[in-house]
T-cell receptor, first 113, second 110 residues
Framework: GEDVEQSLFLSVREGDSSVINCTYT??????LYWYKQEPGAGLQLLTY?????DMKQDQRLTVLLNKKDKHLSLRIADTQTGDSAIYFC?????????????FGQGTTLQVKP | DAGVTQSPTHLIKTRGQHVTLRCSPI?????VSWYQQVLGQGPQFIFQ???????GRGNFPDRFSARQFPNYSSELNVNALLLGDSALYLC?????????FGPGTRLTVL
């Protein structure tokens, strides 16, 4: 079945770059997303990439997609303490015509001052 | 523009009861999806509605049902609540491929 895997925890120093990785199994996924969730809150859409792209940059965020290896990464440049949160990778369920997103279990990013 | 709104924010029920959760999408968005997020996990897809029609259903029992109204708002209903239904229930609205989430309803089943 479809699956999305992420590492559970990442700790960085303020000002460093953070790289959060994700792998997925559904090769027919066409849209891939990164969401941020702060404690007690809903999900904030950070950025997304189409499967026909290999990179997308949006201010401090860079998304890289390796479609051959089904690997997605999110790089946050100049990481700030306000970036501390849980980051979810999600892909659309490519073989259906629904809006179903399949999420990873989330990566907790801890930013140390 | 107002984002996705959900009500109530918190809810406490006992086993066997029924619950109704509500969602108002972003103005102009015709699609609403529901997700369940158990503590420590990623959200799991429950339903998607588009133009009042069910477009997709996740792997949830028939105790879960939903509907979408002419103004595109939506309700999620859960019957015969179990302890395992305790979770954050998230609603997302979508213009096309992007999904924008609301703050969620925290349901606790005792």
């Amino acid at each position: 079945g479809e699956d999305v895997e992420q590492s559970l925890f990442l700790s960085v120093r303020e000002g460093d770059s953070s790289v959060i990785n994700c792998t997925y199994t559904d090769s027919s996924s066409t849209y891939l997303y990164w969401y941020k969730q702060e404690p007690g809150a809903g999900l904030q859409l950070l950025t997304y990439i189409f499967s026909n792209m290999d990179m997308k940059q949006d201010q401090r965020l860079t998304v890289l997609l390796n479609k051959k290896d089904k690997h997605l990464s999110l790089r946050i440049a100049d990481t700030q303490t306000g970036d501390s949160a849980i980051y979810f990778c999600a892909v659309n369920h490519g073989s259906s015509n629904t809006g179903k997103l399949i999420f990873g279990q989330g990566t907790t990013l801890q930013v140390k001052p | 523009d107002a984002g996705v709104t959900q009500s109530p924010t918190h809810l406490i029920k006992t086993r066997g009861q029924h619950v109704t959760l509500r969602c108002s999408p972003i103005s102009g968005h015709k699609s609403v999806s529901w997700y369940q997020q158990v503590l420590g996990q990623g959200p799991q897809f429950i339903f998607q509605y588009y133009e009042k029609e069910e477009r997709g259903r996740g792997n949830f029992p028939d105790r879960f049902s939903a509907r979408q109204f002419p103004n595109y708002s939506s309700e999620l209903n859960v019957n015969a609540l179990l302890l395992g239904d305790s979770a954050l229930y998230l609603c997302a609205s979508s213009p096309t491929y992007e999904q924008f989430f609301g703050p969620g309803t925290r349901l606790t089943v005792l």
